[in-house]
């Protein structure tokens, strides 16, 4: 071999070096991108969730928006209503 090509030879391992120090050792390198990875997972984990809770949203959404029944329900439990002729039994417990 003549001493060009191996100058040359050596500079392209020591920047095929230089290239792995980045993609395994580096900060935003393997690392990086397996914390990354785990951060997406546990985003997709907690909007899994979000979407049970908005189905069930739009469910109580719609019960409310067609029937009087939905709205008559939580009138009772949250407001305490008591329709004319309905009979209003409290019952204390006795400790």
Same mark, same amino acid.
């Given at each position: 071999?003549?001493?060009?090509?191996?100058?040359?030879?050596?500079?392209?391992?020591?920047?095929?070096?230089?290239?792995?120090?980045?993609?395994? &050792?580096?900060?935003?390198?393997?690392?990086?991108?397996?914390? &990354?990875?785990?951060?997406?997972?546990?985003?997709?984990? *907690?909007?899994?969730?979000?979407?049970?809770?908005?189905?069930?949203?739009?469910?109580?959404?719609?019960?409310?928006?067609?029937?009087? *029944?939905?709205? *008559? *329900?939580?009138?009772?439990?949250?407001?305490?209503?008591?329709?004319?002729?309905?009979?209003?039994?409290?019952?204390?417990?006795?400790?």
């Amino acid at each position: 071999m003549n001493f060009p090509l191996k100058i040359i030879t050596f500079f392209l391992v020591i920047f095929f070096l230089l290239l792995q120090y980045q993609i395994w &050792i580096d900060r935003d390198g393997i690392q990086s991108l397996n914390a &990354i990875k785990s951060n997406l997972e546990d985003i997709e984990l *907690e909007n899994q969730q979000l979407n049970i809770v908005n189905e069930q949203l739009k469910a109580e959404i719609l019960d409310l928006r067609e029937g009087n *029944e939905a709205i *008559e *329900e939580i009138a009772r439990r949250e407001l305490g209503l008591i329709r004319e002729g309905e009979v209003f039994f409290r019952v204390i417990d006795g400790q």
